[in-house]
């Protein structure tokens, strides 16, 4: 079956950096767009960025444009996130998603998707 396995979550103060990893398995990985979705206790799940299944375009929320990095590498099943000066309000569990198609674009709505990790923790002190 499917599994999108997240890692590198953690503890880190503002202006501090992290990398997120997504192992993909179960599924033709350059098939899928990826995303970055992002989920603070009590509000709805955000987009945070994405990538098309080539790794030739990425899309931002406006929120980490300039900040985060979203990178793909096909032969190893696994997307990233690079948070760079990271602040308090970045504080939320993050999933990635994947789904199929090879469109030039990526949705930003989760519904959209058709898998998700189980998420992980990042937490920004001021």
């Known amino acids: 079956q499917v599994q999108l396995v997240e890692s590198g979550g953690g503890l880190v103060q503002a202006g501090g950096s992290l990398r997120l990893s997504c192992a993909a398995s179960?599924?033709?990985?350059?098939?899928?767009?990826m995303g970055w979705f992002r989920q603070v206790s009590g509000k709805e799940r955000e987009f945070v960025a994405g990538?098309?299944?080539?790794?030739?375009?990425?899309y931002y929320a406006d929120s980490v444009k300039g900040r985060f990095t979203i990178s793909r590498d096909n032969a190893k099943n696994t997307v990233y996130l690079q948070m760079n000066s990271l602040k308090p309000e970045d504080t939320a569990v993050y999933y990635c998603?994947?789904?199929?198609?090879?469109?030039?674009?990526?949705?930003?709505?989760?519904?959209?998707?058709?898998?998700w990790g189980q998420g992980t923790q990042v937490t920004v002190s001021s």
């Open positions: 998603a994947a789904v199929r198609t090879t469109l030039w674009s990526v949705p930003r709505v989760g519904r959209e998707y058709d898998y």
């Open positions: 179960g599924l033709t990985f350059g098939s899928y767009a």
């Open positions: 990538i098309i299944w080539s790794g030739a375009i990425t």
